[in-house]
């Protein structure tokens, strides 16, 4: 989006460049309606703005020294990026997780929260007041071919600056006890 919180999160994606990243797509999905004229005419003068926003947060990326693409498409944004990331093949979605205790989800913001149950590529979920990317990763698995891939993206990461990496798996107790706790280890 084009928020405050959402620019903070584009100025903390420099840390990506220690695992290799060198190119980006930066988006903006407006909704189904939202698309310029279509709600109300008087509100042309709100795109223009954001087009600048956007403008600068390419700016940003282009600074931290990836080579940059950037679009505007009308559609459901979590449908949309995970659709764009298959067809296109990208490696990873980074996406803005912030804390929201309005939201049903008190951890991530609905984007994030949304694009984890349906992308089928590894997301990188970045707290904008926790900037250091590597500095502790939460890595939580479900054991399935996309954590999979997503776990060689961990061991990049400890290999490289990643300095604290908590792997994390839940259980239902109710499946495992008392028959299966011997092969919980």
Same mark, same amino acid.
């Given at each position: 989006?084009?928020?405050?919180?959402?620019?903070?999160?584009?100025?903390?994606?420099?840390?990506?460049?220690?695992?290799?990243?060198?190119?980006?797509?930066?988006?903006?999905?407006?909704?189904?309606?939202?698309?310029?004229?279509?709600?109300?005419?008087?509100?042309?003068?709100?795109?223009?703005?954001?087009?600048?926003?956007?403008?600068?947060?390419?700016?940003?990326?282009?600074?931290?020294?990836?080579?940059?693409?950037?679009?505007?498409?009308?559609?459901? %944004? /979590?449908? *949309?990026?995970?659709? @764009? =990331?298959?067809?296109?093949?990208?490696?990873?979605?980074?996406? +803005?997780? &912030?804390?929201?205790?309005?939201?049903?989800?008190?951890?991530?913001?609905? %984007? /994030?929260? *949304?694009?984890?149950? @349906? =992308?089928?590529?590894?997301?990188?979920?970045?707290?904008?007041? +926790?900037? &250091?990317?590597?500095?502790?990763?939460?890595?939580?698995?479900?054991?399935?071919?996309?954590?999979?891939?997503?776990?060689?993206?961990?061991?990049?990461?400890?290999?490289?600056?990643?300095?604290?990496?908590?792997?994390?798996?839940?259980?239902?107790?109710?499946?495992?006890?008392?028959?299966?706790?011997?092969?919980?280890?």
């Amino acid at each position: 989006d084009l928020s405050n919180d959402s620019t903070t999160f584009i100025n903390c994606l420099g840390g990506l460049k220690a695992y290799g990243t060198k190119e980006c797509l930066l988006l903006q999905i407006r909704v189904p309606g939202e698309a310029l004229g279509t709600i109300n005419p008087y509100k042309a003068t709100e795109f223009v703005e954001y087009e600048k926003i956007f403008q600068s947060q390419k700016e940003i990326l282009e600074k931290q020294g990836y080579k940059v693409e950037t679009r505007i498409l009308t559609g459901f %944004l /979590a449908n *949309e990026i995970n659709r @764009i =990331a298959i067809e296109e093949d990208y490696s990873a979605i980074a996406a +803005g997780a &912030e804390k929201n205790c309005l939201s049903v989800d008190a951890f991530f913001s609905a %984007l /994030a929260s *949304e694009l984890i149950y @349906i =992308a089928q590529k590894p997301i990188l979920l970045i707290r904008p007041d +926790g900037c &250091e990317v590597g500095n502790h990763v939460l890595f939580p698995t479900d054991f399935s071919e996309n954590a999979d891939v997503a776990f060689s993206y961990i061991v990049e990461m400890a290999a490289g600056k990643a300095k604290k990496i908590t792997l994390f798996h839940v259980q239902d107790k109710s499946r495992i006890s008392p028959h299966l706790e011997d092969r919980l280890e």
